[in-house]
């Protein structure tokens, strides 16, 4: 290299850009900052990213490199430069060259919400597109959804019917135009078109027709009262003003969906913050590019209908996502409702056949467009836990962005993880990056589970993924673990089975970029239920892990689970046998005998259930803390007798400790927890003398609040002093200094803040979940980065 | 009973306890097998169905029948399933030591009078006794021949998309019954096994309707796992509605509080069919007719896809899958 250097009178480098560059408009933003420094030479996209040559001017190469950063596009994300002086070569202007021969990374890239330019154009009513509900461009518009095969381009999307116009031919194939080579391009001359139909078949009454188009119809509609179903950008939602009660109800009544959240979206962040607070990173997370569904504390002047979410202090709010829902929402002041558009817990349909059918049942009104949806991709949800934002589930927006993996991973094998049974991923994993999926669903469902087994083949075409390893939950009646251990069989490839909790804490490690060979750090995954190594259902551990492998060293009280999954749905359940294996029926019966709950209690089938706990039938014990939650909070009177949604009893208890009861809550008065040891000598949270205050509490009619206070507060105390006790100097996690938290529960923002302010006062570091959820959603990058460690291991064995 | 009694003692036991049980003059002969004219055979059709069970169940007793009843209603309805005539049975028994000549007595009985309703005959056997803790209590093995009728064409693979599928009474009877008197579980009312050959109902069945797709017995791993089998095997989906499946309400009181899916509890007296659609009022009426069929629906459908699966439509419009469970009813909700 440096023997042919020259002295010439141009400078000349040769820069590769690594990260999220292709199908994001990198190369015209390339080529644009590249004439506008006067620079010769030519970009292109190639197997690793994006390679340049400029030559010119030093002062102005150096110019050229910062633009790079400061003004890359909206929705790339630039991992690494790597910049070498070169021979100048014998370079015209400025041009965009083609890939080289196919070794383009594909480039699927997530959905982003309208740009800011976009949206401005079509509220401009001297633009082409003024009022066009699919207008685009590189810095926004539809991908994952749109996406049919690869290469991305027009003709491999739900796009290929639409055939550009002359002048969006032209804005396509123009550099400087922020239009050049964004596949959904389109126009009012070309483009799909919306349009407002009844579910029912039947003619829109002639009044609708006097509205501006069947955009701004629907919002008439919405401003009725009535329900609409609208063809979103990832399936079809329903909508309706979220501050009429009678809409809301008709809704959840139709949708058979008593008390589960709903979503909202609102015109703008003023119309949000009438409604809640909203922090700057909130504001900014509501505005980025995802636009995320943002859980915010509503205690705004204004309220929506209670209906909305029954029981909770937060609401999930979204800002308009495409331009359908900008123009839709144009003339709307109030929020509205914008739910998944199918019955109680099914996906979200995205079928147009399927419109009469499945959604007429529940909206009258559709608007709906010609433009397919290749494939279910539900609205992302996020929350600031901590001072962080962090996804409590990963679709819209940010997936399938790949996840940059740590150092270590560089060599990894090609592995597919099939995630869990609930809010179900996947993940592909590759040499130094992961693929996490969108949020799939709940694999009990017959629909999601198809959409699965089709998502999987899918991925693994669009990232041309040849899978080397599969990697499993250790549960063995899991639906995935079942399909895993099927195609592990049929395509002769090795499986690993991985533990879950150990998933829960190495996709936290993965999430925070740990490098593979760092120590091993002291993982508290809390959560419902998973199989343990001893085939015992776990779920409160303590785990000193890296990515190889884990040790439990300390865990919850096991506690039986009264007719297995049943106690999930009804907390009493967790309640009754925790009062039995911490007193018996005879000392809490004599004790707190005033008590309602002791009235609720007897008038159950005991002398059944009381079998049960006797011989053990259809009574696992479990260590789980997400039960525990249940058994207070059915205690106090939360959801005791039965949850409409999954973990709907810790979430509403959670909401009860506001900030200010939180604060007012003395320390000294947060409940005792003792650490003694299991007959394993394993130590373990053992929580008699919690029940013993709280039930005291009762007795004394302490709000509810409080004691929700009270609980949190204990519970941290005694997370943060197994902790110290695990790591002490001598003790079998001696030194160490790393606490990493994963697992559902720790998306209660209460206990999350509190462990984590108490484990960072005790020295500790804390890692926690941001890019993918503590929840079941984040096994799949666990369990993937787990199998590619082990596989590392043996081959490094082995001496390869 | 003494173990290695052998010879005399053993001869005496047999005698005494099976054959003044069966009573029957093939068996009563004594001989080391029972034979049968194969033109006697040759009269009911044109194939032979063979088949063998071991029972084994804890407790041996439990309301609505015993070992006996199992012994000789399971290997029955395993030939009758096929569409076959069931005619004789073997008998095979491991007695452990010390185990009352009583029990053997009532257990035998038993099988006797659950022969005699199926219309079987008992025509050879084998009894042994082991030491004291090499088995428990008492195993039964039986085997079974029976002749299917000409015509009659019954395979888990011939579901087709838009035929009925029947269930023949209340589900999960006879597992919910044996947890119970297993684990001494208090238990308001008394849930009896449904333990009882099932060759009476299916000729009734087949009288109404000859062309009988598919039909299984729903033993163990129960409904669910049937269709499951017939699901995979005929390369279709089966759709049920949860709001038809028949149940008892002791039954299914006892499932809510246990936690237990009664489409995977056991039955020892219920069988699914799948039938032409058009069919299947005929045959729903036939089997309303019998006793063993007074409680019969139609509990869904066969649809084309998702191929293999068995989709239960619950009240609310939701659907869930309802898989082959490898294991017992284990928790998966995180
Ligand atoms: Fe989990
Ligand atoms: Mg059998
Ligand atoms: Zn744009
Ligand atoms: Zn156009």
């Not at chain 1, 009844?198 to 919405?222: E, I, P, W, Y």
């Not at chain 1, 869990?420 to 130094?432: S, Y």
């Not at chain 1, 696992?620 to 059915?634: K, Q, Y």
């Not at chain 2, 033993?219 to 989906?237: C, H, I, K, P, W």
Request: hydrophobic share 45%.
């Amino acid at each position: 290299m440096s023997a042919v250097m020259q002295p010439v009178a141009a400078q000349a480098e040769r820069i590769r850009v690594q990260g999220l560059v292709q199908g994001v408009g990198f190369r015209p933003t390339v080529w644009r900052l590249a004439r506008r420094e006067g620079l010769r030479g030519w970009v292109r996209n190639d197997g690793d990213g994006v390679d340049l040559h400029v030559q010119g001017d030093a002062a102005a190469i150096e110019r050229f490199a910062r633009a790079l950063r400061d003004e890359m596009p909206a929705l790339a994300r630039i991992d690494r430069v790597i910049r070498r002086p070169a021979v100048p070569e014998d370079a015209g202007d400025f041009r965009i060259v083609d890939s080289e021969g196919g070794a383009a990374r594909t480039g699927v890239v997530p959905d982003a919400a309208t740009c800011t330019d976009c949206r401005a154009e079509i509220f401009d009513p001297f633009a082409r597109r003024y009022r066009y509900p699919f207008t685009n461009c590189t810095h926004c518009g539809p991908r994952l959804s749109i996406v049919e095969a690869i290469p991305y381009d027009r003709a491999h999307t739900t796009m290929r019917g639409f055939a550009l116009c002359d002048d969006c031919r032209d804005e396509y194939t123009s550099p400087q135009d922020r239009r050049f080579h964004a596949q959904p391009v389109a126009c009012h001359a070309c483009g799909p078109r919306a349009r407002l139909l009844r579910t029912d078949g039947a003619a829109m009454a002639a009044d609708m027709l006097t509205m501006l188009d069947d955009v701004d119809a629907a919002c008439t509609l919405l401003q009725r009262g009535e329900i609409v179903a609208i063809k979103g950008l990832g399936g079809y939602q329903f909508a309706c003003d979220a501050t009429r009660a009678d809409a809301v109800a008709r809704l959840r009544d139709r949708k058979r969906r008593p008390r589960k959240p709903f979503a909202l979206m609102a015109r703008d962040l003023d119309v949000i913050r009438r409604h809640c607070a909203v922090s700057d990173d909130e504001a900014a997370l509501l505005a980025s590019p995802a636009a995320p569904v943002v859980l915010l504390v509503a205690d705004g002047a204004r309220r929506v209908d209670d209906g909305v979410a029954p029981g909770l202090r937060t609401l999930g709010f979204m800002l308009p996502n495409t331009p359908l829902h900008h123009l839709m929402l144009r003339r709307m002041d109030r929020p509205i409702v914008l739910t998944s558009g199918n019955l109680a817990d099914e996906p979200q349909c995205i079928d147009d056949a399927e419109v009469g059918a499945r959604l007429g049942r529940i909206a009258d009104y559709v608007l709906t467009h010609d433009r397919p949806i290749a494939r279910r991709v539900d609205d992302s949800v996020a929350r600031i836990v901590d001072g962080v934002p962090r996804l409590l589930r990963r679709a819209r927006g940010y997936a399938p962005a790949p996840l940059r993996l740590p150092a270590g991973f560089e060599r990894a094998p090609a592995v597919l993880a099939y995630g869990g049974e609930l809010k179900n991923t996947f993940c592909l994993l590759r040499a130094g990056e992961a693929i996490v999926s969108h949020h799939v669903g709940d694999l009990d469902n017959p629909r999601t589970q198809e959409d699965y087994r089709r998502a999987l083949a899918d991925y693994e075409q669009l990232f041309e993924h040849r899978a080397e390893w599969l990697a499993v939950d250790l549960h063995p009646d899991y639906r995935s673990s079942r399909l895993g251990r099927e195609q592990a069989a049929a395509r002769g490839l090795p499986l690993a089975t991985v533990q879950h909790h150990h998933a829960h804490v190495a996709a936290c490690l993965a999430d925070n970029e740990v490098a593979l060979a760092a120590p091993p750090v002291l993982g508290i995954a809390l959560d419902g239920l998973g199989y343990g190594d001893d085939d015992a259902l776990w779920g409160g551990e303590f785990l000193l892990a890296d990515y190889r492998a884990a040790r439990r060293l300390g865990t919850f009280k096991p506690v039986a689970l009264i007719g297995g999954d049943r106690a999930m749905r009804e907390p009493w359940r967790n309640t009754y046998a925790h009062l039995m294996a911490e007193m018996g029926w005879a000392r809490f019966a004599n004790d707190y005998a005033e008590l309602e709950l002791h009235r609720f209690l007897a008038a159950q089938s005991r002398a059944l259930i009381d079998g049960m706990l006797a011989s053990g039938t259809q009574a696992p014990p479990a260590s789980s803390c997400g039960r525990l939650f249940d058994a207070v909070a059915g205690a106090a009177g939360i959801c005791r007798e039965r949850t409409q949604y999954e973990g709907q009893a810790a979430i509403e208890f959670e909401a009860l400790a506001d900030a200010g009861t939180l604060a007012d809550a003395d320390d000294t008065l947060a409940y005792p927890f003792a650490v003694p040891r299991l007959k394993s000598g394993l130590p373990y949270i053992e929580p008699l003398a919690m029940w013993q205050a709280l039930l005291g509490d009762l007795i004394l009619g302490t709000p509810v609040p409080v004691i929700s206070a009270r609980f949190h507060k204990g519970l941290a105390k005694v997370i943060v002093a197994m902790v110290r006790q695990l790591c002490a100097d001598g003790a079998p996690a001696g030194g160490v200094r790393r606490v990493a938290l994963s697992g559902g529960v720790f998306q209660n923002r209460v206990l999350h803040e509190q462990v984590a302010a108490r484990l960072r006062a005790a020295g500790f570091d804390v890692l926690a979940h941001r890019q993918v959820p503590a929840n079941d959603g984040g096994l799949s990058l666990g369990q993937a980065v787990i199998a590619a460690a082990r596989a590392l291991s043996a081959a490094e064995r082995r001496g390869e | 009973l003494t173990h290695g009694a052998g010879g005399k003692a053993m001869r005496d036991l047999i005698q005494d306890v099976f054959v003044g049980a069966f009573g029957q003059p093939d068996a009563a002969a004594m001989e080391d097998q029972a034979r049968v004219p194969l033109s006697a055979l040759a009269r009911h059709g044109d194939r032979l169905a063979f088949t063998t069970d071991t029972y084994v169940v804890d407790p041996l007793f439990f309301p609505g029948g015993d070992i006996g009843t199992l012994a000789v209603a399971g290997t029955v309805n395993d030939l009758a399933v096929s569409g076959a005539r069931p005619l004789y049975l073997s008998c095979g028994v491991v007695l452990e030591e010390g185990l009352p000549v009583e029990t053997l007595r009532r257990v035998a009985e038993s099988m006797r009078r659950t022969a005699e309703a199926a219309g079987v005959r008992i025509v050879t056997g084998d009894t042994k006794v082991v030491e004291r803790g090499s088995a428990d209590k008492l195993f039964i093995n039986t085997a079974g021949i029976g002749v299917i009728p000409a015509g009659i064409e019954i395979s888990s693979a011939r579901a087709r998309p838009g035929d009925a599928v029947i269930v023949s009474g209340h589900l999960g009877d006879h597992g919910a019954a044996i947890l119970i008197a297993r684990k001494q579980l208090a238990l308001e009312a008394d849930i009896p096994s449904d333990c009882r050959p099932l060759n009476g109902l299916i000729d009734a069945m087949l009288a109404a309707c000859p062309d009988i797709r598919c039909l299984r017995d729903a033993t163990r791993g129960g409904v669910a796992t049937v269709l499951n089998e017939f699901a995979q095997d005929s390369g279709v989906a089966i759709r049920i509605r949860e709001e038809t499946l028949p149940l008892r309400e002791t039954v299914k009181g006892a499932c809510e509080i246990l936690g237990l899916d009664p489409l995977y509890l056991a039955n020892e007296g219920k069988l699914v069919a799948v039938v032409p659609a058009d069919a299947a009022e005929r045959v729903i009426e036939a089997m309303r007719a019998h006793p063993d069929g007074r409680d019969a629906a139609v509990v869904g459908c066969i649809a084309e896809r998702p191929r293999g699966a068995v989709i239960l439509e619950t009240g609310f419009g939701g659907e869930r899958i309802v898989d082959m469970l490898v294991g017992e009813q284990l928790p998966r909700i995180c």
